[in-house]
């Protein structure tokens, strides 16, 4: 069984009391002992006195003499075990020779007799090295036992710490303390476990309970309570630095709360240590991972995050790993690495290089910067909706799996309907209904564009700005944009992800820049929307609700050559894959790239159709002509046909065809645009889809976003960095742990999983 949370934080506060106990056992001179104990009498001599320039820096080392290697200082005769008069060591810190006695009178550090004698009595004892005990498995000891009748009718001791506390009473010639009252009982282990005190009712509860077990099932109860949790959780929080506000000059809010209602929860839930140390340390590496386990790696997401326009980006994501580094050292092994981030550790038994090798398991985290903004959280982060939001977005699924089960049922139903009625229409009705025309038709010649803009213009919702003109085009005139210029019509053309389209256009871009032809986007809101693009000669679509993880965007192979007229048309089936996108320049269909394939949710945005502009970027320099916006998708013929400069036909002589001789392509367009466009039920339902679709989007929009890790792939190299500085690197490392903490029996850990 894995220890638990609850044991592990109890052990160490056992620990804690019982050393409290030890020291002063330890703490008592060597004479007394008998040995001189290397890690507790002469470490601390050679590290305050000696290691300075006899120690692990070698950039500082004098006469290239080792003393904390025993090995080495027997080499160097300053150490001859068992004489002293045969060694060095004693014989320098004995001398009275300004010029050899050692420390140098100029270093201000000098041996007091005590020390001196210290280390003639080791060396006299072989000169014996140990590793800090830090570094050491530990050992259980055997509890004392001590012979003292009169305390067992106290019922004392009554465990293996009381065993020890007993040892060090008697050697005090103390006697321990009478048992306290139940109700001081009480109060102290309520204030131990829950930081609070018993209530009245709990009180009476417990002294009213006269069973054998009472003080164990209250001992039970308050491991059970959420004030437990919450009171553990604490400790934790101070050790991973938890804030919820950015820190440095800025300190702006971020939600790192979740993370910390995650720690509570382990608490609470009593997770085994294990799962609590890997969740965090590596929880985004393990098998598809949980929500949960996502959160949990906020543990390495809690240091401060500087979002000053001014900085230097890789200066502080360097600052950034060193704080990880830095964490996990303190948080998991007890251990200070810092010091040697710019230079072999001078007393531990790390060195620069191994410093940086542990570096690298953690610097290859795809973390971008967040500048300042009112949105302060970093990628990558997921959102986490709070319990309140969890309620509202599933009742609005239950409407939406509702209205989604009656969408399938007709949609099931199409072809019947289709038949029904044809049947009871009439030729001349066929070919009014499924006429395929354009929903959205700007034919952009002087006269008719006039009337149309007026017409907008009447609902001040259209403006035009910097100098828009008109020039010989495709069919008549065609509008003319320079730089400054843009023609904007309000909320027309509001195309869905969820709903086939297709646009055609006639452009004549005068360079190989960058233009937007048509875009209803928002920029300030993540790209949110569509736009169609003329991007160095290739004809590019986005489709977005968040860029750049929940897109589409294709591109064209064949790059075009600017100042001449193509006919572009896009078709979308509304599939929000990649695949749906068809492209065609000049009635051919054009192969194309996958930048993103990764939309999944809507593309609505209140911001204006906009003709040669995005928002504020990329303005179109040329002629734009015959802009038409269709409600499905169109055939190769109706391309051609708009290629041609003819009206598009519909489906009316495809509808007489009987079911069972159309071509797919047929079927699906004619049950498409029967559904979409004729049907009384269909569209009412789409629109409730819609409707909470959006509802649902708008509460995920708000959903606080907490930060987790995310592994880059493929991992960035990681180099040893002169002094620390994020601008000297050096030599390229590898990931590894240090030699003094490695296990050969397990190997080296590859990755910050293994390493957890």
């Not at 060090?168 to 009252?181: F, G, M, R, V």
């Not at 320049?585 to 040669?612: C, H, M, W």
């Amino acid at each position: 069984m894995h220890p638990s949370l609850t044991l592990y934080f109890r052990f160490f506060a056992s620990c804690f009391v019982v050393s409290l106990l030890i020291v002063p056992l330890r703490a008592q001179s060597p004479s007394d002992a008998g040995s001189v104990d290397f890690t507790r009498d002469i470490r601390p001599i050679l590290a305050a006195h000696c290691y300075a320039c006899h120690g692990p820096d070698e950039t500082s080392r004098s006469a290239d003499l080792r003393l904390d290697l025993r090995d080495d200082a027997i080499a160097h005769s300053a150490i001859v075990p068992n004489d002293p008069g045969l060694s060095k060591l004693v014989e320098r810190i004995l001398s009275d020779d300004a010029d050899a006695i050692m420390p140098p009178p100029s270093s201000k550090k000098p041996l007091s007799e005590s020390q001196k004698n210290l280390l003639q009595k080791w060396i006299e004892q072989g000169a014996p090295y140990s590793n800090h005990w830090a570094f050491e498995p530990p050992t259980k000891p055997a509890p004392p036992t001590t012979e003292h009748k009169d305390w067992e009718s106290r019922n004392w001791p009554s465990n293996a710490i009381d065993q020890f506390i007993g040892q060090q009473l008697a050697s005090e010639k103390l006697q321990p303390s009478t048992q306290a009252d139940r109700a001081t009982l009480l109060r102290r282990v309520s204030l131990d476990l829950t930081g609070l005190p018993p209530t009245i009712a709990e009180l009476d509860a417990y002294l009213s309970d006269s069973s054998e077990n009472a003080y164990e099932r209250a001992v039970d109860r308050l491991l059970a309570s959420q004030h437990y949790a919450e009171k553990m959780a604490m400790e934790w929080l101070d050790l991973a630095r938890y804030a919820d506000t950015n820190g440095y000059n800025n300190d702006e809010d971020r939600t790192m709360w979740p993370w910390r209602d995650w720690v509570i929860d382990a608490f609470h839930q009593n997770m085994p240590f294990d799962q609590f140390t890997i969740e965090q340390l590596a929880g985004d590496q393990l098998p598809n991972p949980t929500q949960s386990q996502l959160i949990a790696t906020g543990f390495l997401r809690n240091q401060g995050h500087n979002t000053e326009g001014g900085i230097i980006q890789e200066e502080y994501r360097v600052e950034y790993v060193a704080d990880r580094v830095h964490t996990v050292s303190t948080v998991f092994l007890g251990l200070s690495m810092q010091c040697a981030r710019c230079h072999d550790h001078k007393y531990d038994p790390i060195s620069q290089k191994e410093y940086f090798q542990f570096y690298a398991y953690f610097n290859s985290l795809d973390e971008k910067q967040a500048s300042y903004s009112k949105f302060v959280a970093a990628e990558p982060f997921i959102r986490v909706p709070s319990t309140e939001q969890a309620a509202q977005v599933k009742a609005i699924d239950e409407r939406l799996a509702s209205l989604q089960t009656q969408s399938k049922k007709i949609e099931a139903q199409a072809d019947d309907r289709v038949a029904k009625f044809i049947a009871n229409s009439s030729e001349s009705d066929l070919k009014s209904r499924f006429a395929q025309a354009a929903v959205f038709r700007f034919p952009l010649d002087r006269s008719e564009s006039k009337e149309l803009f007026e017409s907008i213009s009447s609902k001040a919702i259209g403006s035009t700005s910097g100098s828009v003109t008109w020039q010989p085009g495709k069919s008549q005139d065609a509008i003319e944009l320079v730089e400054d210029s843009r023609i904007e019509l309000g909320d027309v053309a509001p195309l869905a992800s969820d709903k086939p389209f297709s646009v055609s256009v006639w452009i004549k871009p005068k360079n190989h820049t960058t233009m937007v032809v048509l875009s209803k986007m928002d920029e300030s809101q993540s790209h949110r929307g569509y736009d169609l693009l003329w991007n160095a000669g290739k004809i590019e679509l986005h489709l977005i609700h968040q860029w750049p993880g929940n897109a589409v965007k294709v591109s064209t192979k064949q790059t075009l050559p600017p100042d001449a007229w193509y006919h572009v048309v896009v078709t979308y089936d509304g599939s929000k894959t990649a695949a749906g996108v068809k492209i065609f320049v000049n009635a051919k269909a054009e192969a194309y790239d996958v930048a993103q394939d990764s939309l999944k949710d809507s593309i609505e945005t209140t911001q204006p159709f906009r003709i040669g502009l995005r928002q504020k970027s990329l303005p179109f320099v040329g002629s734009i002509d015959e802009l038409q916006i269709f409600g499905s998708v169109l055939t190769e013929e109706n391309v051609k046909q708009l290629e041609s400069l003819q009206s598009v036909t519909g489906f009316a002589d495809w509808v007489r065809v009987p079911l069972d001789q159309r071509t797919d392509e047929q079927k699906n367009q004619i049950r498409r645009f029967y559904l979409d466009r004729i049907d009384e039920e269909y569209p009412k339902i789409q629109a409730g889809i819609a409707q909470s679709q959006k509802e649902k989007s708008a509460i995920e929009e708000t959903y606080p976003a907490a930060m987790v890790l995310r592994e880059m792939n493929p991992p960035r190299e990681t180099f040893v960095l002169k002094r620390g500085a994020y601008d000297q690197p050096s030599d390229k490392v590898e990931s590894m742990v240090p030699q003094v903490l490695h296990s050969p029996e397990l190997g080296q850990p590859k990755s910050r999983l293994d390493l957890a």
